[in-house]
């Protein structure tokens, strides 16, 4: 790294090591240090250019699919998995439209990139890029957010898998254990009360449908 990169080293950086039957790999520590908010820079936008339009065209298709439908109020996307869903394509002057952004951008982008004197730099080091591939992926660690903000902590997912069930699924105190014929009964519970719903929602389409109407 030159001289301007060495000085801006972080210096208050914080790892925790949780791990009770393995080592903790080498240069975890400067890699959890910069904190689970840190945002790696790329050293090419070309990468990120291709996912961004992806996510644009996935993200028209789907606005234009289901315009005019009514908002949910209650909606929170924190709670809620994104779906595979693939949308058909809208129609053609929105497509049109689209590919003559996206090629607008690429050429200013070729512009830029001709212009820069210096390729951009990763603010990772190559070691510490690996590192943080091996552990995205990894069955055997895995990387938490530390209590009241103390950094990240890096333990055994089986153990973090064990504790999360002692401690909370297996607290008796916050949470009754069913028996087998208990869960049965919710279960076929649940069966008629998304029957009823089912059965109440089609009534109501009925009744609002035009031509259900006498004359």
């Not at 301007?4 to 791990?19: D, G, I, K, S, V």
């Amino acid at each position: 790294m030159d001289i301007m990169e060495f000085l801006a080293r972080p210096t208050n950086m914080a790892c925790h090591n949780l791990l009770r039957h393995n080592e903790m790999p080498a240069g975890t520590s400067q890699l959890l240090g910069h904190g689970l908010n840190f945002c790696v820079k790329p050293a090419s936008t070309n990468d990120m250019t291709l996912h961004t339009f992806n996510r644009l065209e996935k993200d028209i298709r789907r606005m234009w699919a289901l315009r005019g439908k009514d908002e949910d109020d209650d909606y929170n996307p924190a709670i809620y998995l994104k779906s595979d869903y693939v949308f058909k394509p809208a129609p053609i002057h929105i497509e049109q439209a689209l590919e003559a952004f996206k090629t607008r951008v690429k050429q200013k982008l070729f512009q830029l990139q001709r212009q820069r004197l210096r390729k951009p730099k990763c603010n990772l080091s190559p070691p510490s890029m690996n590192l943080m591939e091996h552990l995205k992926n990894n069955n055997i660690y895995i990387v938490v957010h530390g209590d009241k903000n103390l950094g990240p902590c890096i333990l055994e997912r089986s153990f973090y898998i064990y504790k999360g069930f002692a401690e909370h699924l297996g607290n008796e105190t916050n949470y009754k254990p069913l028996s087998a014929r208990a869960v049965h009964c919710k279960q076929r519970g649940l069966q008629y009360l998304f029957r009823d719903w089912m059965s109440s929602s089609s009534r109501d389409n009925v009744r609002t449908t035009p031509w259900s109407t006498s004359a």
